[in-house]
């Protein structure tokens, strides 16, 4: 099976531009979960979506949003960028059916997009 | 909120020397997950525990979950240059959510 893909891979943008980036999970996955990865803060949760619907979101401001698609493809956008977005985003699927709330599976992790905001 | 907490930040160690990172949660978990992280590459799942008190071994990773579920420790036998990377534990948020240690970066020097 082919893994997550993310695009673009790189992406430089200037302070107040919006961005979206995109995910294709590994067919199958309808869990499509998003993170933000930065030296200083490490590994943060953004949100997830299941079937087209966000099941939970992390402590990031309204800037931040997502979708998901039909075909469990997945989309984040950030609105008015600062510097302090820069960061690696991650994309990360599951096969996770059950969708229980006590639930985390195995994710599997995209390349992700490096975004350098200037 | 849940957090996880784990150390030590950086270990340097030689090649065929033993490694070890510890990964501590304020709460109990339902289970831990450890992934690697290679430097350019992204997470890598490595493996999930859910018992408490369980042990499993990948070739020279031996991964340990607590008793009480609050704490988890990967090991590392006679390190490899292939070892280095960063290594994250992570520990459930609900609806696969992942709340993850600030990881420990390896580097083994030849």
């Known amino acids: 099976k082919a893994g997550v893909t993310q695009t673009p891979r790189y992406l430089i943008k200037t302070r107040g531009q919006q961005v979206t980036l995109s995910c294709s999970p590994i067919?199958?996955?309808?869990?499509v979960s998003w993170y933000q990865q930065t030296p200083g803060q490490g590994l943060q949760f953004l949100f997830e979506?299941?079937?087209?619907?966000?099941?939970n979101k992390g402590n990031f401001p309204g800037r931040f949003s997502g979708r998901q698609f039909s075909n469990s493809r997945s989309e984040m956008n950030v609105s008015t960028l600062e510097l302090g977005d820069s960061a690696l985003y991650l994309c990360?699927?599951?096969?996770?059916?059950?969708?229980?709330?006590?639930?985390?599976?195995?994710?599997?992790f995209g390349p992700g997009t490096r975004l350098t905001v200037l | 909120g849940q957090q996880v907490m784990q150390i030590p930040q950086y270990q340097h160690v030689q090649e065929g020397e033993d490694f070890t990172t510890y990964c501590n949660s304020s709460t109990t978990l339902s289970n831990i997950q450890w992934y690697k992280q290679r430097p350019g590459g992204h997470p890598v799942f490595l493996i999930q525990?859910?018992?408490?008190?369980e042990v499993k071994k990948q070739k020279r990773l031996t991964f340990q979950f607590g008793e009480a579920k609050k704490n988890s420790s990967l090991h590392i036998t006679a390190t490899q240059t292939t070892d280095v990377g960063t290594y994250f534990c992570?520990?459930?948020?609900?609806?696969?959510?992942?709340?993850f240690g600030a990881g420990t970066r390896l580097a083994v020097h030849p």
């Open positions: 067919s199958g996955h309808r869990s």
């Open positions: 992570a520990g459930p948020g609900g609806y696969n959510k992942l709340i």
């Open positions: 990360a699927s599951s096969s996770l059916t059950s969708g229980g709330a006590a639930d985390t599976d195995t994710q599997y």
């Open positions: 979506y299941f079937s087209e619907t966000q099941r």
């Open positions: 525990l859910v018992k408490s008190g």
